[in-house]
Every structure is written in structure tokens, then in C-alpha cells.
């Protein structure tokens, strides 16, 4: 009887499950399902789950659009771009404070760290007179060039917690061995926190992708437009509105990144955001 | 000079890490020559020299892209700057401040959706992510493919694409959302009775936060009168200033993912052996729940109630794509940073844009000390 029960709460606790799952992923398949369906079946008063005669006529109509192609490379360009620099600056910053003893450097954690409190709005609009000032309105600079100097204090606390853990030991003997500090960082310290240098690229890469509101500031030629950008124009209700398949399809086309990059980096992720706790 | 977008960014780029490098042994060398002032040993001299050369991209930045910044905006707060004219800049004290808290509609009725937000969308996120966490919580085969769709969101989240497809989702006569509670109500009547009561209650509360922004109750006293909702209506999500807000409630709980990995790591810290007294003495799963694990969980809760309510207070993204330019709903939706890009932005009110940005920084300060100082009478640090 017992063990009846048991068994029956497992299964109730799959059911439940799979159908959280469900939900979750639903706006995943319904972009998907609506991007392969005909204008009539986006708007059919029934519901069509999936288009009985699929059709790729969106994605022909989304790839012959230039401006989005175009959007496409520079989102790619500038996420690129920003990922390498950031990333490379947030290391060297962590490891700063992990792996030197420096006067000062307690204090300049604790500044560090006090900067999480700021939100980014707050500093927007001076950083956008700033940036007017040097004439970089309608350029990549203002989305890419911050990010050099180790944007994200988050990060290289998360990085910072990796590389502390790591035995004093290790360094000691290569100091001996007359190794300079960029030695150490490159050839000891760096292969030993892969994984979380992975997790930090993975959260730098969806939160640059996705990233609007800086974009759409700085950026304000079609030609200059990343993804989110150009997916915000297609459905403005004071110009014309596309048809929901090709939102749709170009929808898809822009999570395919994200879903690829989460997929490899899962394992990675899961973990350590605990540790960090954010996004 | 360039005209090429991808090479001037490319060559700025590099000038930009040239700088870095040079800010950065500029810093390390007079550190260094302090160091040498105060006596230091050789061994202490490099290390200060080498502690200042790997921390100062991050010094140069806080100094270029944070406190600067934030002094010239404090500045400007208190004046009349608009980025396109030419006028001088001119001192006008407090009225910038002064606008904001008493005559501006539209920030006040930014702060009152916030308000929604925060009472209504952040205990269901909550809520969802600890009871998704307890239920993933159960040492099961597949519980990490579980927990990668629930973090799913989290990766697609605020994405215009993923937001754009929810507007499709949430379309009033056609929308998936709305057909399936068609159908739902259709097939089970009780249902149906849950569901109209659901919609009276969401208005009404929508129509007292309207009411408190617009300062006139004839809203909520109409819904009031008219009743529960007829048997065919379904929500308006995208369509009625009563729904705006709950929409972008619909997204929020949809990403409760972090909150909920969080909640999963509380729970794991929590030692097996005070389950497994308490169910020797015969306290049943929703006692024991309720009795040691929520306690001792929360430290996580007010984590995420923290970052939670920052969050809120930050929102941009699914209002922008949802409810942009949106005539009649876009005041019923407007959130604080998306009103500060209209006014900075769009009307190139920098000093107006300034104010704004110092009072959200102030309230996001104050929010989190009083959270700090609540936190005495009901976090449970036991276990730490």
C-alpha cells in the first residue's frame, strides 16, 4: 500500500512537472508553430496548433530583407566585439583581487561592489551627453567601449569567488620559478577557471544580444540597427504592422543563438548562477 | 573621417585598450613610487605595482563611466539642460525635483504601476519559483532537464522576439491564451465561474491603482457596480488599461527561473536530518514544509525580494515592445526607466532625464534599506 502510494506521487509529480514544462517552453514552439503558418492561420478565430500545410514563405520573405540581414551582422559584430573585451577585462580585474595582495585593494572591492547597487538607468543619461560630446552618437563605440573597462561588477565578483579558491600553492612554486604575474595569469590561473569564464561569456552573450535599451539610444540609422532593434519596428502600431508570420520568423531567427549558446553552456550555468545569483 | 561604421569601431576599440594600457601603468607606476615613499619592501613594491596594473581598467572605468558621470547628472538635475538647444544652461534649483513629485502625471502614474507590480506580479513569482523549487527538489531522474526548461525563460526572457511573440499569444480575440480559456470554459463550467471571478478581482484591483494615478475612483466604482463579468469575457490582456499591467505580470512570473535555481540551492542546504526527525514524530509533508523548511529559507527569500523589487523598479523592456506609443495604454503601463527614455531621449530634457534617473537611484536605495532593516524581524539565519 505504501509503496502503491509512493508510486503514485511520483507519477503525479512527473505529470505536474511536464506540464510546468510544457508551459514554459510553450511561447518557444508557438513562435515556431506561427512562424510556418499562413497570415489567415495566424489570425484564424480557431486554434491551429501546427500549420496543416507548413509554409517557408516568411523565411524567403525575411531572408530577402536587407535591413534585417544587415541588423543580423551587426548584432553579431557588436556582440562579438563587446564579448571579447569585456570578458578579457573582467579576468584581469578578478584577478587583481584574488591573486594579488595590494594595498588598497580592499577598498577598492568594497567601491566595486557598492556599484551593484546603482542601476545602470541612472547613469544613462549622463553617459549619453558624454558620449554626444565625443561624437559617437549613431556608432558601435558606446555599446562596445564601456565593457573594455571590466563592465559588470557581478561578473568579476563571480570570477573573483572561482579564482580565490584556487591554492595559494599553485602561484608560490612559479614565483620561485621567477614567473611574472601576466605569466601566472596566463599560463596557471586561467585554464583553472574555464568553467566559470564560460558561464561569465554565456551571461555577457544573452544580455548583450537581447540587450534594447542602450542600442536603440545610441543607434538611429537603419543601417546601424542590431536585431532587438529592428524587431521592435516591425510591430509599431503608428507605422505599419508586418504580418505575424514574418515577425515570427525573424523572431525565431534571432533566438536561434540563445538557444544554441544555452544549450552548450547549460551545464555550466545551472550551477554556478546559484553562486552568483543573478541573471 | 571614417566612414565605415565597422572599421571606425574596430580602430576605436583599439585605441580604447591603448588607453587602458597606458591609464593602467600610469596608475601601477605612481602606486609604486608611493609604495616607495612609505618605505615599503621591494617584494611589497611589486606587488602594489602589480595589484594597480591588473585592478585599474576597472578603476579607470568607475572613475570615467560611473563617478563622473553621476556627479555632472546630480549636477544637471538641478538645472534646465536640453541636449539640442543652444541656450546656456541655466540653475533652477529644486523644480526639477519639484515637477516630478507634484504636477507630472505620467511619473506619477509610472511609480503607481510600479506599485502593481510590486504587490501583485513579485509574491507570484515568488511563489511560482519556491513551489516549481520544491517540486524539482525531490531527488528524481530528469530533475536537470526540468530545471534547464524552467531556466529557460531566463536565457529568451526579455528578448524583443520573445516579447513580440507573447503579444501574439496575448492577442484579445485571437490570441492562443485567450482561446484555450475559451475552450477551458467551455468544456468545464466551474471553471468558467473561477475564471469570471478571477477577471473581477484583477480589475478591480487594476482599476484602484488607475484610480489612485489618475486620482478618480469613477473607474473602480463602474467596475464595482457592473459586477461579476459576463460568462463569455475573457481577460483583455494587450487591449485594456485594466489588463496592461497584469500582461507584463504574465511575463514576469514566466521568468521566475533565477528565483527559482536560488530557492533550489536553499533547499539543498537545508540538512536532511531535520526532515527525517520531524517525520518520526509524525508531522506530515505540508507541516514540515511550512515549519522548518520555509523558515530556514529565508535568507533566500529575501534575497530574491531584494533583487526581485530592484528589478521591478527597472522594468523597460516589456513595456517598450508591448506598449510603445500606445495611445490610450501606454500610461496604464509606463514604468519609471521607460518614462525616463521618453523624456531624455525623445524630448531631450537632460536635466528633467537627470532628476528622474536621481530619484530612481534614491528610491532603489531607500527600498533596499528599509529591506535591510525589516529583515531582522523575519530572516532566519540559523543556519549560517
Redesign the interface.
Known amino acids: 500500500m505504501r509503496q502503491l502510494w509512493h508510486i503514485l506521487k511520483?507519477v503525479f509529480?512527473?505529470i505536474?512537472?511536464t506540464g510546468?514544462?510544457v508551459m514554459?517552453?510553450f511561447?518557444?514552439f508557438?513562435?515556431i508553430s506561427?512562424s510556418l503558418k499562413t497570415v489567415q492561420e495566424?489570425?484564424?478565430?480557431?486554434?491551429v496548433w501546427f500549420p496543416p500545410h507548413p509554409t517557408l514563405q516568411a523565411y524567403i520573405e525575411i531572408f530577402r530583407n536587407e535591413i534585417f540581414l544587415r541588423s543580423y551582422f551587426n548584432s553579431i559584430?557588436?556582440t562579438t566585439?563587446a564579448l571579447v573585451?569585456t570578458l578579457a577585462?573582467i579576468a584581469?580585474?578578478a584577478?587583481?583581487?584574488s591573486r594579488?595582495?595590494?594595498?588598497?585593494?580592499n577598498i577598492?572591492f568594497f567601491?566595486?561592489l557598492s556599484?551593484m547597487?546603482?542601476?545602470?538607468?541612472?547613469?544613462?543619461?549622463?553617459?549619453?551627453?558624454?558620449f554626444?560630446k565625443l561624437d559617437w552618437i549613431n556608432?558601435?563605440?558606446p555599446l562596445?567601449?564601456?565593457g573594455?573597462?571590466?563592465?559588470g561588477a557581478a561578473m568579476?565578483f563571480l570570477l573573483r569567488q572561482s579564482m580565490s579558491q584556487i591554492p595559494k600553492e599553485m602561484d608560490e612554486s612559479a614565483v620561485m620559478d621567477g614567473a611574472s604575474?601576466i605569466q601566472i595569469?596566463w599560463e596557471i590561473i586561467l585554464p583553472l577557471v574555464k568553467a566559470p569564464m564560460a558561464t561569465i561569456a554565456t551571461l555577457l552573450f544573452?544580455g548583450l544580444?537581447?540587450s534594447?535599451?542602450v542600442p536603440?539610444?545610441y543607434l538611429q540609422t537603419v543601417?546601424?540597427y542590431t536585431?532587438?532593434?529592428y524587431?521592435?519596428t516591425?510591430?509599431?502600431?503608428?507605422l505599419t504592422v508586418q504580418p505575424?508570420p514574418t515577425?515570427?520568423a525573424?523572431?525565431?531567427l534571432?533566438?536561434v543563438p540563445?538557444?544554441v549558446v544555452?544549450f552548450f553552456a547549460?551545464r555550466y550555468?545551472?550551477d554556478s548562477?546559484?553562486i552568483s545569483?543573478?541573471? | 573621417m571614417l566612414q565605415n561604421p565597422y572599421i571606425s569601431v574596430i580602430i576605436n576599440a583599439i585605441i580604447a585598450i591603448l588607453f587602458i594600457i597606458v591609464t593602467s601603468l600610469a596608475l601601477a607606476s605612481l602606486a609604486r613610487l608611493i609604495a616607495k615613499l612609505f618605505k615599503a619592501t621591494r617584494i611589497q613594491q611589486e606587488n602594489t605595482f602589480a595589484g594597480y596594473l591588473f585592478a585599474s581598467p576597472w578603476i579607470v572605468g568607475f572613475l570615467i563611466f560611473v563617478v563622473v558621470p553621476l556627479g555632472f547628472s546630480l549636477y544637471w538635475s538641478f538645472t534646465d539642460f536640453r541636449i539640442a538647444s543652444k541656450e546656456p544652461i541655466n540653475w533652477i534649483g529644486l523644480d526639477n525635483y519639484i515637477r516630478l513629485l507634484t504636477a507630472d502625471s505620467s511619473f506619477r502614474a509610472s511609480i503607481i504601476n510600479t506599485l502593481y507590480l510590486t504587490f501583485l506580479g513579485l509574491p507570484l513569482e515568488m511563489a511560482v519559483a519556491l513551489f516549481l523549487a520544491v517540486m524539482l527538489n525531490q531527488k528524481m531522474k530528469g530533475e536537470r532537464v526540468f530545471r534547464m526548461a524552467f531556466y529557460l525563460p531566463v536565457i529568451l526572457g526579455f528578448n524583443t522576439a520573445v516579447l513580440l511573440c507573447w503579444r501574439l499569444m496575448l492577442n484579445g480575440g485571437t490570441g492562443i491564451i485567450n482561446q484555450l480559456i475559451r475552450a477551458v470554459v467551455n468544456a468545464v463550467p466551474l471553471i468558467g465561474w473561477i475564471e469570471r471571478a478571477l477577471i473581477y478581482v484583477q480589475e478591480l484591483f487594476s482599476a484602484f491603482f488607475l484610480g489612485i494615478s489618475n486620482q478618480s475612483f469613477t473607474l473602480f466604482n463602474r467596475v464595482l457596480e457592473a459586477g461579476l463579468p459576463a460568462a463569455n469575457r475573457v481577460p483583455l490582456w494587450v487591449e485594456s488599461p485594466l489588463w496592461s499591467k497584469m500582461s507584463v505580470v504574465l511575463l514576469i512570473v514566466w521568468g521566475c527561473g533565477t528565483m527559482m535555481l536560488i530557492f533550489l540551492a536553499g533547499l539543498n542546504n537545508i540538512p536532511k536530518d531535520y526532515h527525517e526527525a520531524a517525520q518520526v514524530d509524525g508531522a506530515g509533508a505540508w507541516r514540515r514544509f511550512w515549519k522548518i523548511s520555509f523558515p530556514l529559507l529565508s535568507p533566500y527569500i529575501f534575497y530574491n525580494l531584494i533583487v526581485g523589487m530592484i528589478a521591478m523598479l527597472q522594468i523597460f523592456e516589456p513595456i517598450f515592445v508591448l506598449y510603445r506609443d500606445n495611445q490610450p495604454l501606454i500610461s496604464s503601463a509606463i514604468s519609471m526607466v521607460y518614462y525616463l527614455w521618453n523624456s531624455t531621449f525623445r524630448q531631450f530634457e537632460i536635466g528633467y532625464g537627470s532628476a528622474i534617473s536621481w530619484l530612481i537611484l534614491i528610491i532603489i536605495l531607500v527600498v533596499t534599506l528599509i529591506q535591510f532593516w525589516m529583515q531582522k524581524r523575519w530572516v532566519n539565519y540559523d543556519l549560517y
Open positions: 511520483r509529480l512527473y505536474f512537472l510546468a514544462t514554459m517552453a511561447p518557444l508557438w513562435m506561427s495566424t489570425n484564424s478565430a480557431g486554434i559584430f557588436y566585439l573585451g577585462s584581469v580585474v584577478y587583481a583581487f594579488i595582495n595590494w594595498p588598497g585593494r577598492v567601491l566595486m556599484t547597487m546603482i542601476p545602470a538607468q541612472a547613469l544613462l543619461v549622463p553617459q549619453y551627453v558624454f554626444n556608432t558601435f563605440n562596445i567601449i564601456p573594455y573597462f571590466a563592465g568579476v604575474h595569469f544573452v544580444w537581447s534594447l535599451l536603440i539610444m543601417d546601424l536585431l532587438p532593434i524587431i521592435s516591425l510591430y509599431n502600431i503608428n505575424w515577425i515570427m525573424a523572431a525565431v534571432t533566438t540563445l538557444m544555452f547549460q550555468i545551472l548562477v546559484v545569483g543573478m541573471k
